[in-house]
């Protein structure tokens, strides 16, 4: 009960602890949670399920989020064309702690990608959408409830106007892409690939509160994120680097590390019978936060993520088992607006 009231306090008094977005470990596999302009890069067609679990033994959150992008022409447009244009759908649902706090928000991209040479592109994306914030107040216990015990009957002493609101979200970006050669195995010798960019989110700063003539806006999020894809010349072996920085008004955040990648199966490409499939096993570094420890699979059109986030902050001392699981699902495929079969590539 202690923490409940502890938890209201810090979430409905924005101006004292200012909200903080969601975040996935495997960042990775969330392209338009960290730039709109992410839209069409790394995959013609790709949709996207992600869940996260984190702080069971405080008070637990849980995320929820699917998404999908796609580039709209045909590969064999995208040779003849100097840019193309992409869009995609995004949709998460998070619930933080023991008052039904709830966030549910989806939103719709479109970017357009320039070539600026046969291995280069430069893409600009906006994003679009409406957000929903709301709490239970049948979960609420505060302290003017307490008279030796806790009488839920009894008034909770808090003004709270509304208990839930929606609004509307806007975010832009920028995106830098690189990819060499054609090859789309690591086998077929080199063929580096590399994202860069930067985004804003909740640059028009909404209102963010549940307490009456409250003005507490939302900080716009500044993220700046990378990775690459190296193979390792004639072996079935690459490494796959990659970091991601937020800030968001106080609060700021860093997420480093690499995946390492091994092809267990070549595929055939004749037949389809047998499905390249990879694996990928790596670390990264939540910097003061957790270490989060990372699988993916990767057979056919499936990706498989699976990660832990073993907690080295202060907070692994006063709670034990806090760390966060979170499981990923990723279907690629050719886009629906090219001809042109699908191929699997090391990504």
Known sequence: MRGTIIFLYFILFNSILNAQ?????????????????????????????????????????????????????????????KGFLAMGVN??????????????????SLAYHLKINSTQTVGLGIQGGFFNRSIAP????????????????????????QYSFIKPDVA????WSYESGKGNRVVMGPNI????????????RPNYSFIANATDKLHP????????????????????????????????????GSLIGYIYSEGTKMTGFIAEGSLFLGAHYRVGDALVSSLLVKYGNFVVGLSYDFTT???????????????????????????????????
Do not use: C
Not at 47 to 68: D, E, G, L, M, N
Not at 138 to 161: A, H, M, N, V, W
Not at 193 to 204: D, I, L, M, Q, R
């Open 21 to 81: 977005d969601i975040h996935f470990s495997q960042f990775y596999m969330n392209p338009l949670l960290q730039n709109p302009a992410m839209a069409g890069v790394g995959d013609d067609f790709r949709a996207i399920i992600q869940y996260r679990s984190q702080w069971q033994t405080f008070s637990p959150f849980k995320t929820f989020s699917v998404s999908t992008d796609t580039k709209m022409i045909s590969e064999d447009m995208m040779r003849r064309k």
């Open 91 to 108: 949709f998460f649902s998070d619930q933080s702690g023991d008052i039904g706090l709830r966030t549910i928000q989806g939103a719709l």
């Open 138 to 161: 049948d979960d609420i216990s505060t302290g003017s409830q307490y008279i030796g015990y806790y009488d839920e009957s009894l008034p909770t002493g808090e003004y709270i106007e």
């Open 172 to 175: 832009t970006g920028v995106v």
């Open 193 to 204: 690939k590399a994202n860069a960019g930067f985004a804003v989110y909740h640059y028009h």
């Open 221 to 256: 999020k500044f993220v700046f994120h990378g990775d690459a894809t190296i193979p390792i010349s004639n072996s079935k072996i690459g490494v796959k680097p990659s970091y991601v920085f937020y800030k968001q008004g106080a609060f700021q955040e860093l997420l480093i």
């Open 313 to 347: 902050s202060d907070l692994n001392k006063g709670y034990r088992g806090t760390g966060a699981f979170e499981v990923s699902l990723k279907y690629i495929a050719s886009s629906p607006f090219s001809s042109s079969g699908y191929k699997v590539k090391f990504r």
